[in-house]
């Protein structure tokens, strides 16, 4: 083999370490003011970093946790704990469906079988165009207006499975 082939590992190009940006260090550190107990700010904290990227990758515990004087454990727990807080990619929009026991008795079956088909995912998929992710959410505090879902930070009230189209259209 003629060594012009050999590609030697100090010449690939190093990944680089995972970094918190300026703005999101600000925000958070804008968002520690408002308490006391600085690990009252996880939870915003983790938002901030989510409302950035669309997400929370690991990486970014520890450099959160040590900003709110967490040990990354914890805050691990919090955020596997808040079914808000993504941990993993998800689309542009996300469905999240409301599976207490009001919406239950109010149409939540065929909600969810509803969305299940014109999406053609399940519950922790996201669509192939990256348009919707669909996840399960517990009461969404509007039980009087079952069946309901929130897509983003829209909530939706009296959903039915005929009613879906007119729904999901707003959200490119
Ligand atoms: S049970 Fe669905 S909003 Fe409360």
Redesign the pocket.
């Given at each position: 083999m003629s060594t012009a082939n050999i590609i030697k590992l100090a010449d690939l190009p190093k990944a680089q370490p995972f970094v918190l940006s300026d703005v999101e260090r600000h925000e958070i550190e804008h968002e520690l003011t408002h308490y006391p107990d600085s690990r009252a700010a996880s939870i915003g904290a983790l938002k901030i970093v989510q409302q950035h990227r669309g997400w929370v990758p690991d990486e970014a515990i520890p450099l959160i946790a040590e900003m709110i004087g967490m040990s990354a454990a914890e805050l691990d727990g919090v955020a596997t704990f808040y079914s808000l807080i993504y941990r993993r990619p998800v689309g542009r929009h996300v469905i999240k469906v409301?599976?207490?026991?009001?919406?239950?008795l109010?149409g939540?079956d065929a909600v969810r079988q509803g969305l299940e088909q014109k999406l053609g995912i399940q519950y922790g998929q996201t669509t192939a165009d990256g348009r919707f992710t669909l996840l399960p959410i517990?009461?969404?505090?509007?039980?009087d207006?079952?069946?309901?879902l929130m897509i983003d930070d829209d909530l939706h009230?009296n959903v039915t499975p005929q009613g879906l189209d007119r729904i999901l259209e707003a959200y490119k």
């Amino acid at each position: 083999m003629s060594t012009a082939n050999i590609i030697k590992l100090a010449d690939l190009p190093k990944a680089q370490p995972f970094v918190l940006s300026d703005v999101e260090r600000h925000e958070i550190e804008h968002e520690l003011t408002h308490y006391p107990d600085s690990r009252a700010a996880s939870i915003g904290a983790l938002k901030i970093v989510q409302q950035h990227r669309g997400w929370v990758p690991d990486e970014a515990i520890p450099l959160i946790a040590e900003m709110i004087g967490m040990s990354a454990a914890e805050l691990d727990g919090v955020a596997t704990f808040y079914s808000l807080i993504y941990r993993r990619p998800v689309g542009r929009h996300v469905i999240k469906v409301c599976d207490s026991i009001s919406c239950f008795l109010t149409g939540y079956d065929a909600v969810r079988q509803g969305l299940e088909q014109k999406l053609g995912i399940q519950y922790g998929q996201t669509t192939a165009d990256g348009r919707f992710t669909l996840l399960p959410i517990c009461c969404l505090g509007a039980c009087d207006r079952g069946a309901t879902l929130m897509i983003d930070d829209d909530l939706h009230g009296n959903v039915t499975p005929q009613g879906l189209d007119r729904i999901l259209e707003a959200y490119k």
